[in-house]
């Protein structure tokens, strides 16, 4: 924790007061120089965290005169930088936005958060083990062989490499991992907040992790494949770097200077009317769901008459719908096949009466027999016929058109003042917010059941090609009205669910904030 203490100080100064601040960064950059110089010849080529966990450098010359030539730059501009502190009260900010990163870490290590169990990483299919792989990381080169011989019954394997190292690096790894190696999934590192490498991450079906950690070997591999480092996650500490500890010093400068702007946009966006449209979901303008008039008559018309929905009926006690055309029932919901593979085998058996002669093929018992003039007249005779089609099928769940309804009230009369205002757009606000999350468990029950029902297999067979196709039909016909039921099934629960929680509560109809102000007599 020292070395990270020194150069979060060693920011703060620099914010404070640029000059003594570039001299102190390049006596501390020509320190760790020079302390590299000292540990090259023992540990050369070993990796180093020197600019983040995730762009880890060898041990060596090249980091030292790297260390070299950033202390040069510092004193070289040093002279040009303003000799007089800044004023007091950037100081000030600046002191109080360090002190915090400062004190949190001398009183506790910074941790990079890891994924958790429980956390839902990745899309709804089959089950994945994702393994990063940095190159240029020893411990990543040596467990990479396994990663690329590791075979787990119905998971898939997958190896990450993160955007660091040379391309020489690069491509070695690449060529070690072979066809497991997923150089096009970088981002994962940052949005998955990898702590570093090699790191294993097990996600199930429905992309939840179950699992994670480190994994230095071919056995750590393959106790987070099989499930036995289930519900335990290892987080490495991350050590902060030069370049993180001088951005994050200046960001949390910068937000105390910005946090007045912050406010005032947010009190801008808050004045202003809420987003009628989105990319996948439709704000229903019908002009009946607008209402002028007093708190008492707005909350008359929820309980007599509610918000008018998308089809055109009223819904009464409601101040918001969520219609999602076709999931009124399980049955109007738009589904059907979106891949279908098949294979066609034939079993045969025959025998030519002549001589016996049992054939497995039908063309070359027709040819064989009959043969010459003692079986003059006899006919091959099958024993036995059946035709089995094997299908893949994937049944696909349409996404509905999704439209959100929602009443709008603007208050008026007696008591129409700032405060009832400012309640009836929170009012409509939360119960938008509210719809919103319907219309995403709509979407999430169409993708957990079209994950569900993509890769199903079927086997039928029967004597002729068309009995056993017109038996395929009317399993895949089956499987259809399945997952309709399915995502209607998991809408329903959704939405069940979210009702008994907290936020799902609808916002309660406080009239007393549009209650008239009494007025004070005055005395004689």
């Known amino acids: 924790m020292g070395l990270p203490l020194v150069e979060a100080l060693g920011a703060c100064l620099l914010l404070a007061a640029p000059r003594a601040g570039l001299v ?79 004190l949190a870490g001398w009183f506790r290590g910074t941790r990079r958060q890891a994924p958790t169990p429980g956390a839902r990483l990745g899309k709804p299919g089959v089950p994945r083990l994702v393994v990063v792989l ?49 150089p096009d999934l970088a981002d994962l590192v940052e949005a998955w907040r990898i702590p570093g490498t090699p790191y294993g991450v097990r996600l199930d079906g429905a992309g ?36 993180e500890v001088l951005v ?23 004045i202003l009317p809420a987003q009628r449209k989105s990319p996948d979901v439709d704000f229903d303008d019908n002009p009946k769901n607008d209402f002028k008039g007093t708190c008492g008559d707005f909350a008359d018309l929820i309980e007599n008459r509610g918000v008018i929905g998308a089809d055109g009926d009223a819904k009464k006690n409601a101040g918001g719908y969520t219609d999602a055309a076709g999931f009124e ?79 709008r009230w603007t208050p008026s009369g007696r008591g129409a003042g700032p405060k009832c205002k400012a309640m009836a757009q929170r009012l409509e606000r939360g119960v938008g917010l509210h719809e919103q999350h319907h219309a995403q468990d709509v979407r999430d029950a169409v993708d957990e059941t079209n994950a569900l029902f993509s890769n199903r297999t079927i086997r039928k067979c029967a004597a002729t090609e068309a009995d056993a196709r017109k038996a395929i039909d009317a399993e895949v016909a089956k499987l259809v009205n399945q997952a309709k039921q399915d995502a209607f099934n998991r809408d329903s629960d959704k939405s069940e669910a979210f009702h008994k929680t907290s936020e799902g509560k609808h916002g309660q109809l406080d009239c007393r904030a549009c209650e008239p102000a009494k007025r004070r007599r005055k005395k004689r």
């Open 24 to 102: 102190a960064a390049a006596g501390l950059m020509a320190l760790l120089a020079a302390g590299v110089f000292a540990v090259a010849g023992r540990l050369d080529g070993q990796p180093c965290s020197c600019f983040g966990a995730l762009k880890a450098a060898p041990v060596g010359r090249r980091l030292a005169f790297r260390n070299l030539a950033l202390a040069a730059g510092a004193a070289a501009v040093a002279p040009a930088a303003d000799l007089a502190p800044a004023g007091a009260g950037y100081v000030a900010v600046a002191a109080a936005g360090c002190a915090v990163p400062v």
């Open 329 to 407: 029932k399980a049955s109007t919901i738009a589904a059907d096949v979106c891949r279908r593979e098949e294979r066609v085998q034939t079993r045969w058996e025959g025998i030519c009466p002549c001589d016996g002669k049992h054939y497995t093929n039908e063309t070359l018992c027709n040819v064989d027999c009959p043969e010459g003039l003692a079986c003059f007249g006899e006919q091959c005779q099958e024993l036995f016929r059946e035709v089995c089609i094997d299908a893949i099928v994937d049944i696909c769940v349409a996404q509905p058109k999704v439209t959100i309804s929602v009443l």
């Open 208 to 243: 939840v992790v179950t699992a994670a950690g480190p994994v230095l070997s071919s056995e750590d591999l393959r106790a987070l494949a099989d499930g036995s480092q289930a519900e335990r996650v290892v987080t490495r500490a991350r050590s902060h770097s030069r370049r």
């Open 248 to 270: 994050g010093a200046t960001g949390v400068a910068a937000a105390a200077f910005l946090a007045p702007v912050a406010q005032t946009v947010a009190a801008v966006r808050s």
């Open 134 to 182: 940095a190159p240029g990381c020893g411990p990543c080169g040596r467990v990479a062989p396994a990663v690329r011989s590791l075979e787990v019954p119905g998971v898939q394997v997958e190896a990450v490499l993160a955007a660091t190292g040379d391309e020489a690096e690069r491509r070695s790894l690449l060529e070690v991992l072979g066809p497991r190696a997923r």
